[in-house]
Structures are given as structure tokens and as C-alpha cells.
């Protein structure tokens, strides 16, 4: 290395150990892992062709980008001579081929690639992969502990969960008995409501929960928040803590009821989960480091709470981001009881109003896909139930499984929404009775009778 040959551009020439310093290219610190199932280096590109820019490529084409670390970097050398610059001309034509035949078809590529020992490793990139995606999604990247609002709850936990199924799915009836040995070894005491449809029988029994309260409607509409809101007002005096279920849940954590109901003390609301993921027909549990990150069936997802909090309030735009927003939630009783649970959205995706309306009320809220009244009517609701919860939602470290019963792709969640903008659905007018909802005739019934029950049968 010659000091007389440094760029203007990068300063005066320090003295010393740099003068010393043997010529070199850009650091790469690569696990030795990754460096294995890429194919190692190929050895065509080792010296004047540049391995590390082929590494690069190649990673990035079939392991996403790749981290950089900021640091001030000075260039030492620049070619004078002719066939200095002759090199770096070869050089970079070859950089070029390279690029385009990566970019047009990188599995030819990685069949016919210049002389290399190690070959690719496709099974261990797949994992790879899915570790790398898993690392990302539970990463801290903006700590956002929720606010301490202490309270002392010296009563009872209780969890709640309803029951509805127009279409009598067997697989429902099973989950709900098996969700139910669950919670009873976990010592949750549990009030569950079964809501049936005109003359249809009952499908739980007395000792299918601690308490069963039964009711009878008419519209199979989304009927899961506002069964919640009976169970809640139908707890025992006692009970200053609850638990709202969806009753196909199992909990990896045993002592995950003491634990959430200490964190209610802290907190105003616990997500009691950080990690889920929903399992295939006959799975009880599985080992979630298997799988890659998402919301479909044996993909990982951490809980919305803990997405919050380690990722900050920016993360709520983004489903995947913020993380899952259902399957189970705790909160003090007085607080849930005063406000309720917003009940009012009767195509369903109650949870993700609720969990948003927790961070910011209606700041947060998904409403595009709402009427002007239906939208105006939930947040309303949304922040008078900020203003009370302000954010303290708490989470536990642990994992929550989901039962199979379906699809999640043929649920629609979005795309049934559209009916509520076509017919100007307003809460206010077209909720009829506060015990079940009934549309009135005249108003929305052709969307009810038709649209409605044709989603929440397929459901």
C-alpha cells in the first residue's frame, strides 16, 4: 500500500498504524452457518473479481438483505496504471454478468455457478429463513413499556367465552371441550354463553363451564362480543378480574392465570401471550421454532400487546407488525363492564377494534371499511374506553395455541366488510333489541337474511 495514492476525497493520510495496514476490501462477519448453506465463496471471484461482492448477491437473492454496520471507511488505493484500471474494467464487466444472470434466474445460476467446492443448501436456507423472520418480527427495535396504573384486586379471576355455531360443526363442540379441560386444570373457573338458533338445541351442559347462561336469537350475525358483555355482567360479585376467551385456545403455560392476574394489578388490560400460532386439524401443540412467521395456519405470530411494547406505537398500521390481536385478553372488571366490549359490529373483526381502541381510541381504528355512521358510532365508544385504559396493556412471555376449525383464507375477515358501506349500516338505527341483536324488518333485511348468514355459516 502506497499513502501517495489516497483520494483527496478521503482526507490527509494518517501516520502510523494505518500506514501499516495491509490493503483490503469490505469486512464481512457471516455465521458460519449461513456461510455454509450459501455455498461458501466461490473461488472464481477470490482476489481482483471480488468473492465478497458475489456473497452479497447471492445472499440477498435468497436470504433477503443483509445488516450493515455504519462505520466511516477511507479509500487507500486508486488504480493509475493501465493495466490497473484494465483489471478494474474486467472486474466490472464481470460484476455485470454476474448481476443479470442472479437476477434472471438464480436456480441456472446455481447449478451452472463458477468453480465452487460447496454446493447450496436449500433445506438449510428455507430455515434459515424462517430463524431470520422469527428474530425480526420479536425483535425490540423502539422498548415501549405500557404505563403502571397500580391497583389492588383482591378478588376472584374468572374467564368468560361464548358459544355460537348456526352451522353445527362438529369441530367447534370438540374444541370447546377440550379448551374447556384446559382451563380447569390451569384453575380458571369459567362462565360460558351459548347463543342457539330459532328451535336448535343447546350444545353445552351444565358442566361444560362453572356457569352456563343459554339464550336463543334469530340472526346468525357476529354475536361473540356482545355474549361476552352477558357473561361479564353475569359474573359473581367477587370476581374484580376477567379473562374474554375465544373457546378453541390452549395454553402452553401453566401458571399463566396467577401470572395475569398479578399483571392486572400493574396494568389495566393483559394480553396473556406474547407468542401463538394455529394448528392443523388434530394438533394439541407443536414446537413453534419449526415455523416461519405470519397468520395462516402453523405460522407464528407474536401477541399485539408485547408488539406494542417492544416496537412502539408505529407498528399499529401494520397487522404483522403489531402482532395478533385476539384469542384471549384480561382486564380489570370494573373497567371492561363500565365500557363494555364494542358489540356493535356484526360482520365480526371485534378484536381488532377492541385492541386498537386500547393504544390511541379512534386514532387507531380500521374504519375504511365502515359506513360514516357505523364508523362515528365505534369511535365514540373507542375513546371514552381510551380514556380509561390510556394504554396500559401488559402482556406475559409465554405461547398460545389455536385450535383448528377451518381455513383461516375462507374467513373473509376483510372482504365480507363491504356490506356494511353498501347498505349505510348505522348501529343506532338498524340494532334492534340490546339482549340479541335483531335487525329490524325493513331496514337491512334482505343483507341479513342473504349476505350475513351465507358468511357466518361458511365461517
Known sequence: ????????????????????????????????????????????????????????????????????????ALELWAPRLDIDKAARA??????????????????????????????????????LSRDRARRAAFRATNPTPPPVVACSLPGSIWGVTALFNPAGYISKLDNFHLFRERLAADGLPLLAVELAF????????????????????????????????????????????????????????????????????????????????????????????????????????HSMAYGVASKG?????????????????????????????????????GDLNIAHAMFGGARYLKTERLSDKARAHMSAWADAFYREVRGSVGYLDGTVFHLFHGMKANRRYLDRLHVLVEHDYDPARDLGCFAEWCLRVGQCEAWATCVLSRLFRSA
Open 198 to 301: 330459532g328451535d336448535a338445541p343447546f350444545q353445552l351442559g351444565d358442566r361444560d363451564a362453572d356457569r352456563v347462561v343459554r339464550l336463543r336469537g334469530a340472526d346468525a350475525l357476529w354475536q361473540k362480543e356482545r355474549l361476552l358483555n352477558v357473561a361479564i355482567a353475569s359474573l359473581p360479585g367477587e370476581c374484580d378480574k376477567v379473562v374474554w376467551l375465544d373457546a378453541d385456545v390452549l395454553f402452553e403455560r401453566k401458571d399463566w392465570v396467577p401470572r395475569t392476574a398479578e399483571l392486572l394489578e400493574d396494568h389495566v388490560v393483559v394480553q396473556p401471550f406474547s407468542r401463538s400460532i394455529r394448528l392443523l386439524a388434530g394438533e394439541r401443540s407443536t414446537d413453534i421454532e419449526s415455523f416461519t412467521v405470519g397468520s395462516g395456519e402453523h405460522e407464528v405470530l
Open 90 to 127: 474486467d472486474n466490472k464487466r464481470l460484476k455485470d454478468r454476474l448481476v443479470d444472470a442472479i437476477e434472471a434466474d438464480i436456480d441456472a445460476y446455481l447449478a451452472n455457478r463458477f468453480e465452487s467446492s460447496i454446493a447450496v443448501d436449500r433445506n438449510a436456507l428455507a430455515r
Open 313 to 349: 406505537y408505529s407498528c399499529l398500521s401494520r397487522y404483522l407488525e403489531h402482532g395478533h390481536c385476539g384469542y384471549a385478553w384480561a382486564a380489570r372488571r370494573e373497567v371492561i363492564q363500565r365500557h363494555g366490549l364494542y358489540d356493535a359490529n356484526v360482520l365480526g373483526n
Open 1 to 72: 500500500m502506497a499513502t501517495e495514492h489516497w483520494l483527496e476525497t478521503a482526507g490527509p493520510a494518517p501516520s502510523g498504524a494505518v500506514r501499516d495496514a495491509p490493503f483490503g476490501k469490505a469486512t464481512f462477519a457471516v455465521e458460519r452457518e449461513v456461510l455454509m448453506a450459501l455455498g461458501g465463496l466461490s473461488e472464481a471471484f477470490v482476489g481482483a473479481a471480488d468473492e465478497g461482492f458475489e456473497l452479497v448477491r447471492r445472499l440477498r437473492k435468497l436470504l433477503g438483505d443483509v445488516g450493515r454496520a455504519e462505520h466511516r
